[in-house]
């Protein structure tokens, strides 16, 4: 008996001997945590606390039977008493049993994976919205960038070539208009006006000019700057250099020099020198008709200083309507008093019939002045005290 146990032990030694040492290359993949390892087909054998005394001890117990076929039972129960065969763990094959569901686990398991997917499609969709509202933005806010700096250029170019005119006493649309070469109607629609209504003193028009070119021809005027010629200025306002050389009257052999302000013949300002001429050829003319008239009126002729006076006690003594020499006035006569150096010097006396240049009709004296006047008529108004204001003093001549 104790032959059979001793090589049963030896072979079991052995067979771990052997174990041990093919399990050094296969047992290193097993993972953390695992004790065990079976790299072959038969089951890992371990041995619990077996001692060489403690199987003498057995031994001696069962000295006293035979040894027959049951004998091997007795030795297969003492190993399988004190030796634990357990399943391998690494090649241990899939338990089947686990995958057999009824049909409630299957409708169960199906209706799951119909709300996962649906929850699956509906995160998808989440995510492409939010995605397509995030590019939209950054797309409008790429937009809004683009048009903010298309702006900023524009309005930098629309400075650069829009101004501004200021209306001045005596302006209209249609003269501005004229002076700028534009149709008044395209300069209302520019300013977004109704051309037939009326513009305001110091009203801004907006023209498209430079804001230095519009001063220039405000003033038909221009300053020299370093590098011009008659010629660069003559084509930048549309002009002919002869035509300057006649305005500035200079002769052709003329250098500018910077800072040297040239006159420009533009339309406009040669109209209104033309106006301007026009209408003092037309004064001069009527002063030498006056002239041929009062020269036909009287033998004398005299520049005086000319005031005006009203019937109140302010201005005159306690018979406001009660003249020299006796003479009763009521207003809408036409009679002056005259300094009395007029009446002893030149000859003038009560009744006699003068002639003032400028004013209609002729007027009579009927009054005299206060001593310390000389050379002074006073114009009888009436009671009309604004009107004597309006005209003030003067420097009239008068004839007799």
Known sequence: MRKILL???????????????????????????TYECNPYSIPLIRIKNLKRDKIDNMMSEEKQKSYTKQN??????????HIKISEPVRYKGEDNSSLELGSEDISHYM???????????????????????????????????????????????????????????????????????????????????DKKKPIKINQKLILP???????????????????????????EYDLKVDDILKFNKYNK??????????????????????????????????????????????????????????????QTDK????????NRIRPGMKIIAVSRDLLYKYGMKNGTKVKIAGLRGYYTVRDKMNKRYKKRIDIYMGTNRRKALRWGRRSVVIYW
């Open 253 to 314: 052999e003329h250098i500018l020099k910077v800072g040297e302000s040239v006159k420009l013949p533009l339309p406009y300002k040669l109209a209104q020198l033309k106006r301007k001429a026009k209408e003092e050829a037309r004064k001069k003319r009527l002063a030498q008709e006056r002239m041929r008239k009062y020269k036909k009126f009287g033998r004398h002729r005299l520049r005086v200083t000319a005031t005006a006076y009203t019937s109140h006690r302010g």
């Open 7 to 33: 090589s049963v032990l030896s072979l079991s030694a052995i067979s771990l001997v052997s174990i041990n040492a093919k399990m050094d290359k296969s047992c290193q993949d097993l993972r953390v945590g």
């Open 209 to 235: 000019y430079t804001q230095d070119k519009i001063n220039v021809i405000s003033k038909a005027e221009y300053k020299v700057k370093a590098g011009d010629t008659l010629h660069s200025i003559a084509k």
């Open 72 to 81: 091997s039972n007795i030795v297969q129960d003492l190993i399988d008493k």
């Open 319 to 326: 018979t406001p309507f009660l003249a020299a020499w006796n």
């Open 111 to 193: 209706s799951m994976a119909q709300r996962l997917k649906e929850q699956r499609e509906s995160l998808i969709s989440k995510i492409i919205q939010e995605e397509e509202a995030r590019f939209n933005k950054q797309q409008l806010i790429l937009k809004e960038h683009k048009y903010q700096q298309a702006l900023k250029i524009l309005k930098a170019k629309t400075k650069s070539q829009y101004g501004y005119y200021k209306v001045k006493a005596g302006d209209t649309l249609s003269h501005i208009a004229y002076m700028f070469g534009m149709s008044s109607k395209e300069l209302a629609k520019i300013n977004g006006i």
